[in-house]
T-cell receptor, first 117, second 112 residues
């Protein structure tokens, strides 16, 4: 299995520009998560999809952030306009939600390192 | 409130020495607990998980962890550390809707 695939691996952009991060979950997984990792805040969940439907977006920092999952094999996280404080590593993770409980293991992608100048 | 605390930010051990990384949690129900490892520039890899049953769980790479409900702890151990174990280790708690709550992480350095 190829695992969770994220692109790009590195992104450098200027303040005010639109940034789109992409994620391909593991085939057959029906849950997808976007996390952000910073030195100050550690790892924090931004949004969670189940069967392509956003379930919990309470972690999305503000309206500049949006996420979509048009189908089971693709998701995007968009920041528009980007700001220097958005600089972080963004991880996508997927899992197979079967039990309805919080026991499903999440598998993480390699992350996208975003730098906003 | 649900939370995970990893008291040690940095730990340095000598190669071949034993290792214990501490993790304490706060959760109102039966906790589902995980340990992940992150090598530099990499994503998070699952080491082991505890859902129920035997309180001593075995993971990959020779790691194990023990769940102690009375102490609200889930410490990670390895009897003999290898240089390749140098990485950052995260303890996590699974809350509602599969939401993972991570500790701040412990960075492990291994001296030859």
């Amino acid at each position: 299995d190829a695992g969770v695939i994220q692109s790009p691996r590195h992104e450098v952009t200027e303040m005010g520009q639109e940034v789109t991060l992409r994620c391909k979950p593991i085939s057959g997984h029906n849950s997808l998560f976007w996390y952000r990792q910073t030195m100050m805040r550690g790892l924090e969940l931004l949004i969670y999809f189940n069967n392509n439907v956003p379930i919990d977006d309470s972690g999305m920092p503000e309206d500049r952030f949006s996420a979509k999952m048009p189908n089971a094999s693709f998701s995007t996280l968009k920041i528009q306009p980007s700001e220097p404080r958005d600089s972080a590593v963004y991880f996508c993770a997927s899992s197979q939600r079967t039990s309805g409980k919080s026991t499903d293991t999440q598998y993480f992608g390699p992350g996208t390192r975003l730098t906003v100048l | 409130a649900q939370s995970v605390t990893q008291p040690d930010i940095h730990i340095t051990v000598s190669e071949g020495a034993s290792l214990e990384l501490r993790c304490n949690y706060s959760y109102g129900a039966t906790p589902y607990l995980f340990w992940y490892v992150q090598s530099p520039g990499q994503g998070l890899q699952l080491l082991l998980k505890y859902f129920s049953g035997d309180t001593l769980v075995q993971g990959i790479k020779g790691f194990e962890a023990e769940f102690k409900r009375s102490q609200s702890s889930f410490n990670l151990r390895k009897p003999s550390v290898h240089w390749s174990d140098a990485a950052e280790y995260f303890c996590a708690l699974s809350g509602g809707y599969n939401k993972l709550i991570f500790g701040a992480g412990t960075r492990l350095a291994v001296h030859p």
